[in-house]
């Protein structure tokens, strides 16, 4: 059974500072990996998308690695901003034919001006 | 870009009664959809896969007959929420593969906020 976890599970950091939050799955059989950002209360915005054959995806100050064969991803988030405090959620969709996607833990993100 | 809403944002019912959540594709035909729960601070938790024209899969644990779901066509999918009592208030998020397309990516709703008194 796939699992998914993030660390930090909440980050508070001051403007400016590049920052890296990790996520880690158990199933290297995956198909794709997707870092999501969730406002409080609110629904979900796709940041990246990476299929399993590659090993990065990069949009604007943020990118994000992939290494399937150690079940791990990063997210690297570029000179923070205030505006960039959410919480940062990954999830997995395996290969078992069907396309639900397995959410991680999530990282609460707060950025101080 | 693809986009998937979901009605109504927020509801509030009473213990008891039964509450119908909406999502819809509006752009794009979905022959899959998703719907998810999440509660405070905690991650999304898959309930069920909804496929039009068939019956949904629920994942393990997740009362069927308590959330009946419906994708009577390729745009809309239905959740209810029958006999709703205080602990299933949440938030609930759908999302849509579009069908036939290539990628995998999935489109999500902007949630329902769920709270029953």
């Known amino acids: 059974k796939q699992e998914v976890t993030q660390i930090p599970a909440a980050l508070s950091v001051p403007e400016g500072e590049n920052l890296v939050l990790n996520c880690s799955f158990t199933?290297?059989?995956?198909?794709?990996l997707q870092w999501f950002r969730q406002d409080p209360g609110k629904g979900l915005t796709s940041l990246l998308l990476i299929q399993s054959s590659q090993r990065e995806q990069t949009s604007g100050r943020l990118n994000a690695s992939l290494d399937k064969s150690s079940g791990r991803s990063t997210l690297y988030i570029a000179a923070s901003q205030p505006g960039d405090s959410a919480t940062y959620l990954c999830?997995?969709?395996?290969?078992?034919?069907?396309?639900?996607?397995?959410f991680g833990t999530g990282t609460r993100l707060k950025v101080l001006a | 870009g693809a986009v998937v809403s979901q009605h109504p944002s927020w509801v509030i019912c009473k213990s008891g009664t039964s509450v119908k959540i909406e999502c819809r594709s509006l752009?794009?035909?979905?022959?899959?959809m998703f719907w998810y729960r999440q509660f405070p601070k905690q991650s999304l938790m898959l309930m069920a896969t909804s496929n039009e024209g068939s019956k949904a899969t629920y994942e393990q644990g997740v009362e069927k007959d308590k959330f009946l779901i419906n994708h009577a066509s390729l745009t809309l999918s239905t959740l209810t929420v029958t006999s709703a009592h205080p602990e299933d208030s949440s938030f609930y998020i759908c999302?849509?593969?579009?069908?036939?397309?290539?990628?995998?990516?999935?489109?999500f709703g902007p949630g329902t906020r769920l709270t029953v008194t």
């Open positions: 999830a997995v969709r395996g290969t078992s034919g069907t396309y639900k996607y397995i």
């Open positions: 199933d290297s059989a995956i198909y794709n």
């Open positions: 752009d794009f035909q979905a022959t899959t």
């Open positions: 999302s849509a593969r579009e069908s036939g397309a290539f990628t995998y990516e999935q489109y």
